[in-house]
């Protein structure tokens, strides 16, 4: 009987190592530690397919990339990717058959329901595009607001295919007049008993948007993951993640902005401890922005010398021009190099710095410049929501050279 092959996947081989070890014994120093670690809470069912080891579950709709789980490539992987849900997600049989997935196209000259396979023969593109929870950096804000204190891990760079949203306009005879905002609803099943006003993930962005947006039904080179908004998703380049609507079923040209309460009282930029209202600013294109991935704090002091200091900078909808980072905490600054491809604005770019630490304490800090020569800021105003934090001194990390 021929034996089986080996297993050279990662499992294969990392259950072959733990096999080994096993076999020789743990060292007491080796069990000590191990019975000391905590136990990482385990992904939900419906993203149990991504890696643990590289996630921080905060609950079962909101898990963070860990920083030091992004590496020095640009695109993040879909094992990678966090996850931000506002709803439960429909239910998985909506993949089954993915083309045959509709969506409502309202405010045009010749409104249509459009499946997925009629969207596929308008048109293709693709685009690397940021994805960023609007709440990424919440848990740097000195006020602490309400909801989760994500730290940098709700954010990824992403490769999106699909269909340019301009060219579904073209298609139904252009937009219709007096049309202000694209508007986008998600498919998402709503809770009983309620208003569904006050839960619908709807969300509107100006018209101008749609030039640079996509129905997308692939991510990363895959159908879209089911937890990503699969079979489709709206995908508006440098606007935040809640603009990005997940399972959407419908897609409006629209006079006014939605009056759902994530857009009328939700996802405003507000004082802290003032309700939200249209009268403030709502929360859509992202400002540039950087942090530094590595060394990362998790994994503990570093040895004394020549250290490769590395993160992401990103643009929002503009070009980046330069990048430069600290080690003393913004005192003084030395231009680091963008490394790896150039995937567009609406990508980030890695960069790295290698410096020669001496022993001692450092605070590592990093700041952007866009194509408009406009600077990450240095700390971004508090608000309520602890939405769109770009500030480079509180995304700075304490790091010890040993």
């Keep these: ?26 060292s007491r120093a080796a069990q000590a530690q191990a019975a000391a670690a905590p136990a990482r809470p385990a992904l939900p069912a419906y993203v149990a397919w991504k890696n643990p080891d590289h996630m921080i579950v905060h609950t079962g709709t909101t898990i963070e990339t860990r920083r030091s789980a992004f590496g020095t490539s ?12 506002n709803l439960p997600a429909p239910d998985v049989s909506i993949v089954a058959d993915r083309d045959a997935w509709a969506v409502a196209v309202e405010g045009v000259r010749q409104p249509r329901v459009l499946t997925v396979a009629q969207l596929k023969t308008l048109g293709l593109e693709t ?77 509107s962005v100006p018209l101008r948007a749609f030039e640079d947006a996509l129905l997308a ?18 995908i508006v380049p440098g606007y935040s993640g809640i603009n990005n609507i997940k399972y959407v079923k419908r897609l409006a040209f629209t006079a006014a902005e939605t009056d ?35 060394p990362a704090p998790e994994a503990g002091p570093v040895k004394a010398g020549m250290v490769q200091v590395h993160g992401v900078a990103m643009g929002g909808t503009r070009d980046l021009r330069r990048i430069d980072v600290s080690i003393d905490g913004g005192q003084t600054w030395q231009e680091a190099r ?10 980030w770019r890695q960069f790295v710095l290698p410096v020669r630490l001496p022993p001692g304490q450092h605070l590592l800090a990093s700041r952007a410049q866009d194509s408009r020569f406009e600077w990450q800021v240095e700390e971004s105003p508090a608000n309520g929501g602890g939405f769109l934090n770009s500030g480079w001194r509180s995304h700075a990390i304490p790091l010890t050279v040993t």
């Design 1 to 26: 009987m021929k034996p089986p092959a080996p297993d050279l996947s990662r499992r294969g081989l990392l259950a072959g190592a733990a096999s080994a070890v096993a076999a020789v014994g743990f």
């Design 217 to 234: 039904w692939e991510m990363n080179g895959e159908p879209l993951p089911h937890a990503h908004g699969g079979p489709l998703r709206l």
């Design 127 to 203: 685009v690397a595009a940021v994805l960023q929870c609007s709440g990424n950096g919440r848990g740097y804000f000195a006020d602490k607001p309400s909801g989760t204190k994500w730290q940098v891990g709700a954010a990824g760079c992403v490769i999106w295919s699909g269909v340019p949203v301009r060219n579904v306009i073209a298609a139904l005879g252009g937009v219709a007049d007096g049309a202000r905002f694209m508007t986008g609803t998600g498919g998402e099943a709503l809770p009983a008993g309620l208003d569904p006003k006050s839960v619908v993930v709807e969300r």
């Design 74 to 85: 640009v695109i993040t992987p879909a094992e990678r990717l966090y996850i931000r849900n």
């Design 260 to 294: 759902a309460a994530i857009q009328k009282t939700g996802y405003r930029l507000t004082p802290s401890g003032v309700k939200g209202d249209p009268s403030f600013p709502a929360v859509w294109e992202m400002g540039v922005k950087s942090w530094i991935n590595g």
């Design 338 to 347: 963008f490394v790896g491809p150039d995937l567009g604005r609406f990508a």
